[in-house]
């Protein structure tokens, strides 16, 4: 018997056919719960990527449209359609498979003490969808977890009932007590870091009232040090209202290679590179050299940094070197940056000493070139309440930067820079992010080229070129302004998983003149599209300028928010 089943599967297998594409039709979204990305999905299809052009589509077996069939059923169930009917048919080539979702199954009652009923986001009438009520029940959970109770019983049930096609849920909840942060305790297993430090990097306070999210910023912040490969927090058994914790971390490799190579339209090809030592000595401190080279020239840096120098103080040191094509100038230039930073009102404070010695040579005949030393000092402000600062989704952010040169540290040039930036993020939906960014820099003098303030770019005004906004010199090159002002929106919504259309509006003032913000406006409107891809976003944009003809595409990495 067994070897006839072995030939019987045999033989099926020779003579299956093979499909060489898939169609859905019937009850399909454009862009919903049964598109064709979704229901590729569901089915286990994967096609290749775009960039992968070295991969051959997927071909279709036969024997695998009753595993299609089911998986779709299985799916229409989970977002509430129990009476969907699913049929497939074929032809030469292609697999067709019918839909017909039917009448939903909706939520007929739903059981919860009234003291927590807002709590449960599904309401009575609702159509059941599986995702819906898990996501119910883990935000009912979270919340309890973020305004102190960090032990509580809840359950939850859905009864469907296929004969008078409905659905009751019942909720069980009973909160415990109310428990507050206790002592954390620390085993840095085999790392050179002081437990002291460690604590510091922590984001609450023994007698803070328990909150996930604080334990959450804790984890990512020790993360980020670099320093770990594992971070273990658990909370121990105790019988009074304060919690304590104990945090297990085990060091992982110091020393980090990193290498890169991208393309934007802003700088052309480049190849990067660098090595960085993320606990130099012990206690956190780094150590880094890394170099990039593009076709506008290249840069180098050096930068060491102490998270705790004196005075509970930190200190950075940056060298850089570069060479650097503006267009309308080339700049060698040196600079030394000594940083440090400081905790006041908890917000943090950076101040320091800022040398640049700039070689220029002008490639316009309205400019001078020459060399130039520069001596100031500086202070540095940084708000982020942003999600995630490579791909945000919601939060603000403001940074504020004051650069004071002068002669009296032998400065070229006496003058006061200042810039200021907002930024502000918000979802209107899962799928509908709304973006704005705010920027205003001025000088009190009139200042060199290289310390202008420029507009116009994939980061900036999208309908010009890289540093194309404002007043140009008779060859047509950038002369930058000493005062301006910049403004973008921008609204992203995501059409398949990882990829989002884009729409948006740049405008901008820029003028030579000081303290003056009255000169023309530049304004841009455009449209562009999002990857969100392990690397970060990559990013296109075509923007076309309101008051001039023409167009502008740029191409990157990273959101412009």
């Known amino acids: 018997m067994k070897i006839l089943a072995i030939l019987t599967i045999f033989i099926v297998s020779i003579f299956a056919k093979e499909f060489t594409s898939i169609k859905y039709q019937g009850d399909i979204d454009v862009i919903g719960e049964f598109d064709r990305a979704t229901l590729l999905k569901v089915c286990n299809i994967d096609y290749p990527p775009i960039y992968k052009f070295w991969r051959d589509d997927p071909t279709f077996p036969s024997s695998k449209i009753k595993t299609y069939i089911k998986n779709i059923k299985s799916y229409a169930s989970s977002v509430g359609y129990f009476k969907a009917e699913v049929k497939a048919h074929t032809d030469d080539k292609t697999i067709f498979i019918t839909i017909k979702k039917n009448q939903p199954i909706n939520i007929s009652t739903i059981k919860i ?34 305004v102190g109770f960090a032990k509580f019983i809840l359950k939850t049930k859905a009864y469907v009932d296929l004969k008078s096609y409905k659905v009751d849920i019942d909720v069980d909840f009973s909160l415990g007590k109310l428990y507050s942060f206790g002592e954390t305790t620390v085993d840095n297993t ?15 306070k023994k007698g803070d009232l328990y909150d996930i999210r604080k334990l959450e910023d804790s984890y990512e912040s020790l993360y980020k040090s670099g320093v770990f490969k594992d971070i273990e927090v658990t909370k121990k058994d ?5 919690l304590p914790l104990h945090i297990k971390l085990v060091e992982g490799k110091s020393k980090e290679f990193r290498s890169s190579i991208g393309y934007d339209t802003e700088d052309g090809l480049q190849v ?22 593009s076709q506008r020239g290249y840069k180098v840096k050096n930068l060491f940094y102490n998270p705790e120098l004196f005075l509970k103080s930190s200190f950075q040191n940056d060298i850089s070197c570069e060479d650097w094509d503006y267009d309308t100038y080339e700049q060698e230039l040196l600079t030394l940056r000594s940083t440090f930073g400081r905790e006041f009102f ?13 070689r220029i040579t002008s490639h316009s005949l309205e400019i001078k070139s020459g060399r130039y030393t520069i001596n100031s000092l500086f202070y540095k402000l940084v708000i982020d309440k942003r999600d995630n600062f490579l791909n945000a989704t919601k939060g603000w952010y403001y940074s504020l930067y004051l650069e004071r040169a002068l002669y009296d540290l032998s400065s070229d040039f006496d003058y006061l820079k200042q810039e200021h930036e907002f930024r502000y993020i918000k979802s209107s939906s899962k799928k509908l992010i709304h973006a704005l960014k705010f920027r205003l820099g001025k000088v ?13 770019g994939s980061m900036s005004n999208r309908g010009y070129e890289y540093r194309q906004v404002g007043k140009l010199d008779a060859d047509g090159n950038p002369i930058g302004g000493n005062t301006m002002l ?39 409107v455009g449209f ?21 003809g023409g167009f502008s595409f740029h191409l990157g990495i990273g959101q412009v928010f």
């Not at 990829?499 to 303290?515: L, M, P, Q």
Request: glycine share 8%; proline share 2%.
């Open 113 to 146: 003490d009234k003291n927590f009923a807002n709590l449960f986001s599904m309401r009575e009438g609702d159509r059941f969808r599986v995702k819906d009520f898990k996501s119910a029940k883990d935000g009912m959970s979270r919340y309890m977890k973020e």
């Open 486 to 524: 910049n403004l973008s929106l921008e609204s992203r919504y995501e059409v398949i998983p990882s990829v989002w259309v884009v729409g948006f509006i740049d405008s901008t003032r820029i003028s030579t003149e000081i303290d003056k913000f009255n000169s023309k406006t530049f304004s841009s």
């Open 346 to 358: 908890g917000l943090k404070h950076y101040f320091g000493f800022l040398h640049e010695n700039s």
């Open 528 to 548: 562009g599209a999002r990857y969100i891809s392990v690397i970060g976003p990559i990013r296109v944009d075509i923007g076309f300028p309101m008051d001039d």
């Open 272 to 293: 990067g590179a660098g090595i960085w030592y993320n606990n130099f000595l012990g206690n956190f401190k780094r150590f880094g050299l890394e170099g990039r080279v």
């Open 444 to 456: 009190n003098k009139d200042v060199p080229l290289f310390k202008r303030f420029y507009s116009g």
């Open 238 to 242: 105790t019988n009074s209202s304060d």
């Open 190 to 204: 085999n790392a050179n870091v002081s437990k002291e430090l460690i604590k510091k990097k922590l984001k609450y």
